[in-house]
């Protein structure tokens, strides 16, 4: 049983283009985690979603970011016009239920030029 | 949601207990504690999780008192590998995971 698999694992934009990273979740597991992590710091929540469904995107930017995750597919951490502040490592996770243990990808680092 | 107050690092030997204390002292009825541990470049994993007196599992224990305003996770004869940081978070689960807020975490260095 594979675990959370993100990809790409490290990437590289210069300021105003855009990112997108992508999470294949746990097999069996329909909840999905966004996270994202600066260097020596916690892991701060973004967004949590459902097939198909935004749970809470309390922890998300009201501007230049979005999430999906669709029936089909990864879920997908979208940054438009991205800026140097955008660049850290961002962290997928997942879970078979909606308090259940959460497993973490091995993470995608965004370096922004 | 509850904040918690971990050690910024400590530093241990090979074959020592680790103990790590983490203070939540608004922790609400509903909330849970768990623990995380993270190493470097490395998504964190789930260590253990519990809601009162003790629990323990094949890598670790934690020990809540009564009153909940604290924890410990308790680490047997820790190795080399051990080193990483541990996250202490408490969340009321039934909301959903993500009510789960990781702090700095306790950076735990284990020397030869």
């Known amino acids: 049983n594979a675990g959370v698999m993100q990809n790409p694992r490290h990437l590289v934009r210069r300021r105003g283009q855009e990112a997108r990273l992508r999470c294949s979740p746990m097999k069996g597991h329909s909840h999905v985690y966004w996270y994202r992590q600066l260097p020596e710091e916690g892991l701060k929540f973004m967004v949590y979603?459902?097939?198909?469904?935004?749970?809470?995107e309390s922890g998300m930017p009201k501007e230049r970011f979005s999430a999906e995750f669709p029936k089909e597919g990864p879920s997908i951490l979208r940054i438009q016009q991205v800026v140097r502040g955008d660049s850290a490592a961002y962290f997928c996770?997942?879970?078979?239920?909606?308090?259940?243990?959460?497993?973490f990808g091995e993470g995608s680092r965004l370096t922004v030029l | 949601l509850a904040k918690t107050t971990q050690p910024i690092s400590m530093d241990s030997y090979e074959g020592q207990e680790v103990n790590i204390t983490c203070s939540h002292n608004n922790i609400a009825t509903n909330d849970y504690i768990t623990w995380y541990q993270q190493f470097p470049s490395q998504g964190p994993r789930f260590i253990i999780q519990?809601?009162?007196t003790k629990v323990t599992n094949e890598v670790a224990s934690l020990f809540i008192p009564a009153d909940r305003k604290s924890s410990t996770l308790s680490l047997p004869r820790v190795s080399l590998s051990d080193t990483a940081v541990y996250y202490c978070l408490v969340g009321d689960l039934i909301q959903g995971a993500q009510k789960l807020v990781f702090g700095q975490g306790t950076r735990l260095t284990i020397n030869p």
């Open positions: 979603l459902q097939k198909e469904n935004i749970i809470d």
């Open positions: 519990g809601y009162k």
């Open positions: 996770a997942s879970s078979p239920d909606k308090g259940g243990e959460l497993f």
